[in-house]
Nanobody, 121 residues
Protein backbone atom coordinates (compact mmCIF):
# COMPACT_ATOMS: atom_id res chain seq x y z
CA UNK A 1 0.00 0.00 0.00
CA UNK A 2 0.97 3.60 -0.56
CA UNK A 3 0.19 6.44 1.79
CA UNK A 4 0.09 10.02 0.56
CA UNK A 5 0.49 13.03 2.80
CA UNK A 6 -0.41 16.41 1.37
CA UNK A 7 0.35 19.92 2.50
CA UNK A 8 0.39 23.47 1.22
CA UNK A 9 -3.25 24.33 0.69
CA UNK A 10 -4.75 27.51 1.98
CA UNK A 11 -6.44 30.79 1.21
CA UNK A 12 -4.86 33.28 -1.16
CA UNK A 13 -5.94 36.27 -3.16
CA UNK A 14 -6.26 36.14 -6.91
CA UNK A 15 -2.86 36.48 -8.50
CA UNK A 16 -1.13 34.89 -5.57
CA UNK A 17 0.79 31.66 -5.32
CA UNK A 18 0.74 28.43 -3.40
CA UNK A 19 2.91 25.36 -3.46
CA UNK A 20 1.39 21.99 -2.77
CA UNK A 21 3.49 19.04 -1.76
CA UNK A 22 2.73 15.37 -1.49
CA UNK A 23 4.98 12.73 -0.04
CA UNK A 24 4.44 9.06 -0.71
CA UNK A 25 5.41 6.27 1.61
CA UNK A 26 4.91 2.54 1.75
CA UNK A 27 5.16 0.10 -1.13
CA UNK A 28 6.19 2.64 -3.73
CA UNK A 29 6.94 1.39 -7.22
CA UNK A 30 10.02 2.87 -8.79
CA UNK A 31 8.18 3.59 -12.02
CA UNK A 32 5.09 5.61 -11.33
CA UNK A 33 3.06 8.68 -12.10
CA UNK A 34 2.23 11.15 -9.38
CA UNK A 35 0.06 14.17 -9.73
CA UNK A 36 -2.76 16.34 -8.61
CA UNK A 37 -6.46 16.24 -9.28
CA UNK A 38 -8.98 18.78 -8.09
CA UNK A 39 -12.67 18.86 -7.46
CA UNK A 40 -14.76 21.98 -7.09
CA UNK A 41 -18.26 21.94 -5.60
CA UNK A 42 -20.75 20.52 -8.06
CA UNK A 43 -18.06 19.52 -10.54
CA UNK A 44 -16.29 16.34 -11.48
CA UNK A 45 -12.78 15.61 -10.35
CA UNK A 46 -10.28 16.60 -13.01
CA UNK A 47 -6.59 16.04 -13.58
CA UNK A 48 -4.61 19.20 -12.95
CA UNK A 49 -1.11 17.91 -13.61
CA UNK A 50 0.94 14.80 -13.27
CA UNK A 51 4.53 13.78 -13.68
CA UNK A 52 6.08 10.46 -14.56
CA UNK A 53 9.06 9.20 -12.61
CA UNK A 54 10.97 9.62 -15.85
CA UNK A 55 10.12 13.31 -15.93
CA UNK A 56 7.33 13.57 -18.49
CA UNK A 57 4.56 15.96 -17.49
CA UNK A 58 0.95 16.59 -18.35
CA UNK A 59 -1.20 19.62 -17.54
CA UNK A 60 -4.79 20.66 -17.64
CA UNK A 61 -5.04 23.22 -20.40
CA UNK A 62 -6.39 25.94 -18.14
CA UNK A 63 -3.35 25.79 -15.85
CA UNK A 64 -0.63 25.63 -18.47
CA UNK A 65 1.84 28.43 -17.99
CA UNK A 66 0.66 29.06 -14.44
CA UNK A 67 1.24 25.76 -12.65
CA UNK A 68 4.41 23.73 -12.59
CA UNK A 69 4.65 20.17 -11.37
CA UNK A 70 7.92 18.70 -10.24
CA UNK A 71 9.15 15.80 -8.18
CA UNK A 72 12.02 14.70 -6.05
CA UNK A 73 12.35 10.99 -6.62
CA UNK A 74 14.79 10.56 -3.75
CA UNK A 75 12.13 11.89 -1.37
CA UNK A 76 9.14 10.37 -3.15
CA UNK A 77 7.63 13.82 -3.17
CA UNK A 78 5.72 15.69 -5.83
CA UNK A 79 5.18 19.43 -5.84
CA UNK A 80 2.71 21.66 -7.55
CA UNK A 81 3.76 25.28 -7.79
CA UNK A 82 0.65 27.31 -8.48
CA UNK A 83 1.17 30.87 -9.65
CA UNK A 84 -1.23 33.54 -10.84
CA UNK A 85 -4.05 31.80 -9.06
CA UNK A 86 -7.59 32.52 -10.14
CA UNK A 87 -10.87 32.11 -8.27
CA UNK A 88 -11.76 29.28 -10.62
CA UNK A 89 -8.80 27.36 -9.23
CA UNK A 90 -10.68 27.03 -5.96
CA UNK A 91 -11.15 23.35 -5.23
CA UNK A 92 -10.04 20.48 -3.10
CA UNK A 93 -6.77 19.21 -4.50
CA UNK A 94 -5.99 15.53 -4.25
CA UNK A 95 -2.61 13.93 -4.61
CA UNK A 96 -2.52 10.80 -6.73
CA UNK A 97 -0.02 7.99 -7.13
CA UNK A 98 -0.21 5.33 -9.82
CA UNK A 99 2.38 2.58 -9.91
CA UNK A 100 3.64 1.43 -13.29
CA UNK A 101 6.29 -1.09 -12.29
CA UNK A 102 5.34 -4.76 -12.58
CA UNK A 103 3.66 -5.94 -9.43
CA UNK A 104 0.34 -6.25 -7.65
CA UNK A 105 -0.18 -2.48 -7.51
CA UNK A 106 0.43 -1.88 -11.21
CA UNK A 107 -2.08 0.66 -12.45
CA UNK A 108 -3.68 1.09 -9.04
CA UNK A 109 -4.51 4.61 -7.90
CA UNK A 110 -3.77 5.82 -4.41
CA UNK A 111 -5.19 9.09 -3.17
CA UNK A 112 -4.39 11.64 -0.55
CA UNK A 113 -7.06 13.04 1.72
CA UNK A 114 -7.23 16.31 -0.18
CA UNK A 115 -6.20 19.83 0.66
CA UNK A 116 -8.39 22.87 0.22
CA UNK A 117 -7.23 25.66 -2.05
CA UNK A 118 -9.33 28.79 -1.95
CA UNK A 119 -8.63 31.78 -4.16
CA UNK A 120 -10.49 34.95 -3.31
CA UNK A 121 -11.31 37.66 -5.81
Amino acid sequence: QVQLVESGGGLVQAGGSLRLSCTASGSILSINVMGWYRQAPGKERELVANIHSGGWTRYLDSVKGRFTISRDNSKNTVYLQMNTLKPEDTAVYYCNHRGLSPGPDYGYDYWGQGTQVTVSS
